[in-house]
């Protein structure tokens, strides 16, 4: 049973305090034993700067010596702004003074969750080996339990026996690199400059700005607030097969254009939202389908069309791909081309219609939609884009589309379940009201990073799953440590301020 308690996320809501550090010692610059031209030497001067590390000495940093355990925990808990903990009982057999220098620090580490106490020493003199500080970083940062899905991921270390997820993940999230093509030495100690680098890369992708955002205007009444979006893409058409393809338009001429000037009016690109199903695809016309399409975004003077045909099965695969390079050529250098794809998936139905290599070269964007998980009976467990999928997506995108081609969608209405049965979406002004009903229950789910909460609804309990500041938060910091940084709104006209306040 998920607990009632939110839980904090610490390291994301601490990451603002990493330039607050004073300094403890002189840039590197000023260590007699750390060369100009080390390949460390601009991570160690870094660190030092920012109080993560203290040098040996005033003129030392201790290059080539060896990192033990409790000086890393230290390390962590400078870099995270943990407060030091000295509880009445230590945790450790083997820390038992309150006066050891580490002692409050390896308290907190074990308080935030960076150590367990699997046995009871913590063995504070020995070095630290490449695979403990793999496992205490990903644990750190809130991924542990990720890590214990992705131990069953292939990965490319063939001397790595124990704590495969965790090493996995400090890979893909580019922290750790292995000491060859197939080899992770997960024995070999860590040295006082290897972890200053790669704390340092920790530190720069935590540190990344606030990602650019475009979003979906779906059609209805009014139009809300564009300002901050780099495109929008106005819905209302959807294109089908009968005979031949053709457009059908929920919204007539006039107001599709009123849309469209009232995103041109905001200074974001305005591009026709095309929806489909995957019988548009089965007909092989992919010429005459494109030829449609951008005559209509011709037409109508739009920037550009974002393509959204959802759950293309094998079948489709070469269709959706024919129809994507046809769109390409016949919008041609001045128009954008945007692409919508089911994200790969680690747990649930994947759809295999889309080859992403072959999308992101013919598109200026592919977006991934990340399914959602849809518990069934009984209490209904279903997050928004969780982040354990979230993960395993990027990670398998990882070196098959560009980073800088590759947007995550990021859903901004709630789902309402009522008796454990799926009932309608949640907009951004209803889950307000809901949020400040005192007899709504609040929760957070840590381990899909994702919020909802419960009332009582004609008698029958309704849950409502959405996202939250720190699930927003979570979902752009881990597309950030992939270098990816766009994200699509799923809906611009239902976008609360805890979305914009998660997005930076």
Not at 232 to 261: E, F
Not at 456 to 464: C, D, G, N, P
Request: charged letters at 20%.
């Amino acid at each position: 049973m998920m607990k009632r308690v939110r839980r904090a996320v610490s390291c994301v809501l601490l990451i603002g305090m990493l330039v607050s550090a004073v300094p403890v010692h002189a840039a590197a610059a000023g260590f007699t034993d750390v060369p100009a031209d080390s390949w460390a030497a601009a991570s160690i001067q870094r660190a030092v700067e920012l109080g993560f590390f203290q040098g040996e000495s005033d003129t030392t940093f201790g290059m080539g010596h060896r990192m033990t355990r409790a000086a890393f925990a230290v390390v962590l808990c400078r870099f995270f702004g943990w407060e030091e903990i000295h509880p009445a009982q230590s945790t450790y057999t083997d820390v038992q003074d309150p006066q050891a220098w580490y002692y409050g620090a390896v308290e907190a580490a074990y308080a935030h969750g960076a150590l367990t106490r699997q046995t009871e020493t913590f063995r504070p003199a020995d070095p630290i080996t490449r695979e403990e500080l793999a496992v205490m970083l990903v644990r750190a940062l809130g991924y542990g339990t990720i890590a214990g899905l992705a131990q069953s991921l292939p990965m490319p270390f063939t001397d790595v026996r124990t704590n495969t997820g965790y090493i996995a993940m400090a890979y893909e999230l580019g922290l750790i690199s292995g000491t060859g093509a197939t080899t992770f030495s997960p024995s070999a100690i860590a040295t006082r400059e290897q972890v200053a680098v790669i704390l340092m890369r920790l530190y720069d992708k935590l540190q990344q700005g606030a990602p650019s955002r475009f979003g979906i205007l779906p059609s209805g009444e009014g139009v809300p607030s564009l300002t901050g979006l780099s495109a929008v893409a106005v819905s209302g058409t959807r294109v089908l097969y009968s005979g031949r393809p053709i457009l059908n338009a929920s919204l007539d001429a006039q107001a599709l254009q009123a849309r469209k000037q009232a995103v041109e009016a905001a200074g974001a690109q305005a591009l026709l939202h095309v929806s489909g199903s995957v019988s548009v695809l089965r007909n092989g016309e992919a010429q005459e389908t494109a030829a449609l399409l951008a005559d209509t975004v011709s037409q109508g003077g739009w920037d550009g069309l974002l393509l959204d045909i959802p759950q293309a099965g094998q079948q489709e695969r070469g269709a959706m791909t024919a129809l994507v390079r046809a769109l390409s050529d016949a919008l041609g250098d001045d128009r954008t081309l945007y692409v919508v794809a089911e994200a790969p998936v680690w747990d649930g139905t994947a759809y295999e219609g889309y080859d992403y290599a072959a999308l992101s070269a013919a598109a200026d964007c592919l977006v991934v939609r990340v399914a959602p998980y849809e518990g069934d009976g009984g209490f209904p467990t279903a997050p928004l884009e969780p982040l354990e999928e979230v993960y395993y997506a990027l990670a398998e995108l990882r070196g098959t589309v560009p980073a800088e081609k590759l947007a995550l969608m990021l859903t901004t209405t709630g789902t309402r379940w009522v008796d454990g049965k799926r009932s309608g979406q949640v907009d951004a002004s209803e889950l307000e009201v809901l949020l400040a009903d005192e007899d709504t229950q609040r929760y957070y789910a840590g381990r899909y990073a994702c919020a909802y909460l419960s009332y009582t609804q004609r008698e029958q309990e309704a849950v409502v799953w959405y996202l939250d500041q720190a699930a927003v938060t979570e979902r752009v910091r881990m597309a950030g440590f992939f270098g990816v940084d766009q994200v699509c709104l799923s809906d611009v006209g239902s976008v609360s301020e805890q979305v914009l306040a998660g997005l930076g």
